[in-house]
């Protein structure tokens, strides 16, 4: 179950107030070895896919764009993992508590990752679980959509 706004807490999720953060990626109930490995499929099969795509002519560009988002999604993959550990570890997570525990985290992990085997599959992991929480944002549930009237106020 993911956290999402509700329309009647829309207030007060716009103030500027560490304590109403709503963490997308943060499941109470998620099965830490099926989301590992549902991401090790994703990172796997992800480019295979997009190389058979690029095998026709009309495929070239959309495997091309798959490639291009691929490569982006590994790219912040690893800070995206970290932060989800992060705000794991607190009860009521807020900014500046998961900022300080993922730069902290970032930098054990930049320690972790020179060690020669360890490393490799520490990061991998760390690939794995961050690319499929990049994946389940998309997949999320969809929020109910508020609808904002703009207009000009006449006295």
């Known amino acids: ?57 009309v495929g070239l560009p959309i495997g091309l764009l798959l490639l291009f988002l691929y490569i982006l999604a590994l790219l912040i993959s690893v800070p995206a993992a970290i932060v989800v550990i992060a705000q794991k570890a607190f009860k009521e997570p807020t900014v500046i508590k998961v900022v300080l525990l993922a730069a902290v985290l970032i930098a054990v992990f ?22 499929y929480k990049i994946v389940s944002i998309f997949k999320a549930p969809k929020k109910e959509k508020v609808e904002v009237v703009t207009g000009t106020i006449v006295e």
């Not at 956290?3 to 499941?27: A, G, H, P, R, W």
């Open 1 to 57: 179950s993911y956290d999402l706004i509700e329309k009647e807490d829309l207030f007060n999720y716009t103030k500027n107030d560490d304590s109403n953060l709503v963490f997308i990626l943060n499941d109470e109930n998620e099965n830490y070895f099926a989301s590992l490995m549902i991401g090790m499929l994703y990172v796997i099969i992800t480019p295979l896919v997009a190389i058979l795509i690029m095998l026709t002519i």
């Open 110 to 131: 930049n320690g972790v990752l020179l060690v020669p085997f360890l490393g490799g599959l520490i990061e991998f992991l760390l690939h794995s679980y961050g690319f």
